[in-house]
């Protein structure tokens, strides 16, 4: 992934608190025009995504900023054979998974919940109390094999999930 600009003096990634900013965990994708997209989640202020766009792989990315990107944690990205973009993402409180696709790369605008975690249903581990924060599906990896798109991820650090979604289902 390429840098991030800065102003001089700060960070992208931690602002020492400024206006309640911490961004981490970023996904890459590149829109259908061409152009490179970097999504970040803010690990201060949870519920939307930030991003920045670059025109050219030669170049950096500017000061990315807020989103109406629903989500939080670490999300993945990648192209459907239509050239679709999705983002797999889950909920703030790690209780919902979903994947949310975009004809253009600008407008996410089908969604679909893949997974929910009750409380209930949650394990006692080492780093992710039963039910606590976090101990929902996390650290999302996808890969398309075959005409099906993979999610492999962390459920409370301690258990590995995978879901397998058809693509036709996601294309429009």
């Known amino acids: 992934m390429a840098k991030i600009s800065s102003p001089p003096g700060t960070s992208h990634l ?3 608190g400024q206006n309640g ?33 670059r025109r050219s792989a030669r170049s950096d990315y500017p000061p990315p900023r807020r989103t109406s990107l629903y989500g939080s944690v670490n999300p993945d990205s990648g192209i459907l054979e239509d050239g679709s973009v999705y983002i797999a993402a ?17 407008c996410f605008n089908k969604s679909w919940l893949l997974l929910y975690k009750s409380l209930q249903n949650s394990t ?31 459920v409370g650090k301690e258990l590995i999930g995978a879901t397998k979604v058809p693509v036709a289902s996601l294309l429009s």
């Open 90 to 106: 889950n909920s703030p409180d790690r209780r919902n998974m979903f994947i949310t696709v975009s004809s253009d790369g600008r």
């Open 14 to 16: 931690a602002h020492d």
């Open 124 to 154: 006692a581990g080492m780093h992710k109390g039963e039910g606590g924060a976090g101990s929902g599906p996390q650290y999302f990896q996808s890969a398309i094999v075959g005409q099906c798109l993979w999610l492999v991820y962390s």
């Open 21 to 53: 900013i911490n961004l981490m965990h970023s996904t890459e994708f590149q829109r259908p025009d061409g152009s490179l997209v970097v999504i970040l989640e803010n690990n201060r202020q949870k519920n939307f995504y930030y991003a920045s766009e």
